[in-house]
């Protein structure tokens, strides 16, 4: 087991030396003069050439690579061009809103959608088979932001219960923390929980045709330990593979509930960097996301084992 | 236990389409009651009803009485029914890979049944389970008990299910093709064993078979059924020696005989040459090489014109292997595959592609080797437009072709699915021919048919041999259908050939001890099916 981890990890690294020559590419790639560009239309020739300095624009392009991985590997993200404040630190005090709201729509995501798609599964074909799957069509055809607004008008406007927007962290108490949160976790989830719900019910029910579910009702079982002991765990690894691919996803998920709830995370500083064109902090999320990515995807690697013991380490 | 005038039909059918009708028959404790037919004759659909497991939503049991120990099953609750399984009546299924859960040790697999139907203690039941898997004859039980079904052989998961069955002393065992799936050798084991364990509990045994081998060696009376109908019940004697109905008959019969026909070898000319012929698989892995395991080595055997050469051998044998790498369909790792005298065994691609014509393989499973999609024409005519056929000539020779096959001209326009295993697997054949190759390759190429289908796939193979003098290689792993067919039989054993002869001679004086093993294992060896009596010792 601890070989396998130390293997993928290992496996990780060309990966993430790919990521990172990429990221670095990114601003050298750019059309146009780096410089000018961030410079602005009417800077002076001696401006360009400081910034040029500041950059390191001006040493030769394969210099530049080397410097920047130093950099990297001591943790230095390097600056803003539009705060100056160092990009690790901005990216740090970003982080809460968008790893509460990132945590809390898993969360709610594994806790409604497979009980849902369990429920469908075992009662295949009949009327709640049917709700179940027509919420899963709504859930994925309705945008996110349609329904974040939609939330927003009945349970905030109308009754009251949740304020509209806004972020309160953790510090300031956990109800604030939590009465903030509910709304964006809540638009966000829907598409995941459609996606997971809908692949949950259709494993169970391809796991249900096999033979040693027949052997599970011959031995005398009752439908409920066929259909959680025998049936469910054989359906785990499909539903782990979304569930890990739906993680991955929630990045650019965030980006939009973070912009309607306004929720000052990660996702909106992704939005506020392009805008700006701040290329080192613009640079230092497309990392983070990337080794979020990797990361999520090394998770699902290490618990496949768990789930089926054919898959070995 | 009591059937009566059991009929099961289709849920939702307006028609009313029964899928079984008028079957009575009765069993008793410490009997074995064989129930024998073809694909679709029902006999699955029987057991599924005693068990109460038929598939809810398509079929139900519309008329009749199951009684077991006075007991009807068609009118149990399904507490009830649950209750009655594994204690009352318990099943042991075909696919031994498929039966058990994957994701469970086998141990909890077994416990599973104490835990449902008993009040036992955690380690009484552990005892209990540890027990049983001594009974079926496990080794070293301890670690098979934390074992996953896939760390198993196929013998040792079918002895897994039979604990299962077999834990709580049912009153009736129902045998759903046991052993169709393991080995000649293995499947005598698991028949020994599921006689051993009947006389220890007096069980009654429903097995159902379509291997008329095994019915000669373990029945003490039939059923015989077709098409959702009963036809006949007697004692073993009763069918396989004196059928009184017809299709019985036709069924006893179409069983192939273990003595081969005697045939003069032929002198022709030599198509095929194998010269030590090796095929190692390398296990790769990301650090270094995990080393390799040699599936074929040192292979030689010689093919003549109008020649058939059977191999046989059980699974893992290499005998796929053997065939796979002299249709190219894999690389051999060493040695030389003479087509003609022209080395095949190492030129690839452009170089390779015109000799494919030479060579063409037939495989086991119908249902699969025709592309769903395409239609029959198509399929058959590929291969020759592929080299440079027109489209026009290639369809009359489909044509022929088809007739050659026993299949009419309008199958040409039609899809696989409209046909039945056996007129697949004569398109399949078809198909093969459609090249003029010299030399076809019949890869399991009987196994997956019904009898009476079999026996007619068998004598078109033998036909067109005589017609066209193509020479076949032919793979099995049923002495029987080798016995029929070959001329000179190969036997594998890990990769390597242990005997080689003429069919008679291998089949009736084997020289080597495991070629003895095997022709001992093939079940049923007493019984001549096609005279109707047993085997005159001395003719053998």
């Avoid at chain 1, 803003?80 to 898993?106: K, Q, W």
């Avoid at chain 1, 959680?228 to 509930?257: F, K």
């Avoid at chain 2, 039945?420 to 697997?425: I, N, P, Y």
Wanted: hydrophobic content about 45%; aromatic content about 6%; some cysteine.
């Amino acid at each position: 087991m601890l070989a396998y981890i130390t293997r993928r990890l290992l496996a990780t690294i060309p990966v993430m030396a790919m990521v990172a020559v990429v990221v670095f590419a990114i601003l050298r790639l750019t059309p146009g003069d780096p410089a000018a560009i961030i410079a602005g239309d009417d800077a002076t020739t001696e401006q360009l050439e400081k910034i040029r300095q500041t950059m390191g624009l001006d040493k030769p392009i394969p210099l530049q690579l080397v410097q920047w991985v130093y950099q990297l590997l001591q943790g230095d993200l390097g600056v803003s061009l539009l705060s100056g404040a160092p990009v690790l630190g901005m990216i740090a005090d970003r982080m809460g809103p968008s790893l509460a709201l990132a945590f809390g729509t898993i969360v709610v995501t594994v806790s409604v959608a497979i009980p849902l798609g369990i429920v469908a599964a075992w009662k295949q074909g009949r009327m709640l088979d049917r709700a179940v799957m027509t919420f899963s069509v709504l859930g994925f055809s309705v945008p996110t932001f349609v329904v974040a607004y939609l939330l927003i008008y009945y349970l905030s406007i109308k009754m009251g219960w949740f304020p509209v927007q806004g972020y309160k962290p953790l510090s300031d108490g956990f109800w604030p923390f939590a009465q903030r949160l509910v709304l964006p976790v809540l638009a966000l989830s829907g598409v995941y929980v459609a996606l997971i719900a809908r692949i949950t019910r259709s494993s169970i029910i391809e796991v249900m045709g096999e033979d040693f579910i027949r052997t599970a009702r011959a031995k005398g079982a009752t439908e409920r330990v066929v259909l959680m002991r025998h049936a469910l765990r054989n359906a785990a690894v499909p539903i782990l593979t979304i569930i890990g691919i739906g993680i991955a996803s929630l990045i650019s998920g965030v980006v939009v509930t973070e912009s309607v709830f306004n929720l000052p995370g990660l996702g909106r500083l992704v939005v506020e960097a392009v805008l700006a064109r701040d290329y080192p902090v613009i640079q230092g999320l497309i990392l983070l996301f990337s080794f979020f990515y990797i990361f999520i995807n090394l998770v699902v690697d290490v618990l496949y084992p768990i789930f089926d013991p054919r898959i070995r380490y | 236990m009591k059937i009566d005038n059991l009929a099961v039909q289709v849920v939702g059918d307006p028609t009313g389409r029964q899928v079984l009708e008028n079957i009575s028959f009765e069993i008793s404790s410490g009997e074995t009651l064989c129930v024998v037919g073809e694909s679709g004759s029902g006999k699955s659909v029987t057991s599924l009803a005693i068990m109460g497991l038929l598939p809810a939503g398509s079929l139900k049991p519309s008329r009749g009485r199951i009684l077991v120990d006075g007991e009807d099953i068609l009118a149990a609750s399904p507490a009830r029914l649950r209750e009655l399984r594994a204690t009352r009546m318990a099943m042991i299924f075909q696919e031994p890979m498929t039966a058990l859960n994957p994701v469970e040790t086998v141990g909890e697999q077994i416990d599973e049944v104490l835990r449902i139907h008993s009040k036992l203690s955690k380690t009484a039941r552990r005892q209990k389970v540890l027990a049983m898997l001594e009974s079926v004859h496990m080794p070293d039980v301890e670690r098979i008990y934390n074992s996953y079904p896939h760390q198993l052989s196929g013998g040792q998961r079918q002895r897994v299910v039979i604990s299962i069955a077999l834990i709580l002393e049912p009153r009736i065992l129902i045998a759903d093709e046991p052993t169709t799936a393991l080995d000649v050798t293995t499947q005598k084991q698991i028949l020994l064993l599921i006689r051993e364990l009947q006389k220890k509990h007096n069980t009654a045994v429903l097995f159902i078979t379509h291997d008329f081998g095994v019915v000669a060696e373990i029945a003490d009376r039939i059923v015989v059924m077709n098409r959702g109908h009963l036809v006949e019940v007697g004692t073993r004697e009763d069918i396989l020696a004196r059928p009184r109905e017809a299709y019985t008959r036709m069924l006893v019969s179409s069983v192939p005989s273990l003595i081969p026909q005697k045939r003069e070898a032929p002198v022709t000319d030599i198509v095929l040459e194998v010269q030590s012929l090796s095929k190692n698989y390398s296990r790769k892995r990301l650090f270094g090489s995990g080393g390799s395991v040699a599936a074929a080595q040192n292979v030689n055997l010689t093919l003549r014109k109008g020649e058939i050469v059977g191999i046989v051998g059980e699974s893992g044998s290499g005998k796929s292997t053997v065939a796979r790498c002299i249709v190219r369909l894999q690389d051999p790792t060493s040695g030389a595959v003479l087509v003609k005298g022209e080395d095949i065994a190492r030129v690839s691609g452009p170089q390779l592609r015109p000799k494919r014509q030479r060579v063409q393989i037939v495989f086991q499973d119908p249902y699969r080797s025709l592309n769903p999609r395409m239609r029959v024409g198509d399929s058959i005519i590929e291969g020759l437009v592929n080299f440079g056929t027109k489209r026009e000539a290639a369809l009359k020779k489909a044509r022929e072709l088809l007739g050659l096959v026993g299949l009419s001209d309008d199958s040409m326009q039609r899809y696989p699915h409209q046909f039945s295993g056996g007129q697949r697997q004569r398109i399949c054949i078809a198909r093969a021919l459609a090249l003029d190759p010299d030399i076809l390759v019949a890869d399991e190429a009987v196994s997956a048919l019904d009898v009476s289908v079999q026996a007619q796939v068998l004598k078109l193979l033998g036909e067109i041999r005589d017609r066209t003098g193509i020479a076949v290689l032919f793979i099995t792993h049923d002495l029987r259908v080798a016995a029929q067919i070959c001329d000179t039989i190969l036997v594998m054993q890990h990769g390597s050939i242990v005997e080689a002869g003429p069919a008679a001679e291998v089949l009736t004086s084997p020289r080597r001890e495991y070629t003895r093993t095997l022709i001992d294992a093939a079940p049923g060896r007493g019984w001549d099916f096609q005279n109707f009596g047993p085997l005159i010792s001395g003719a053998a």
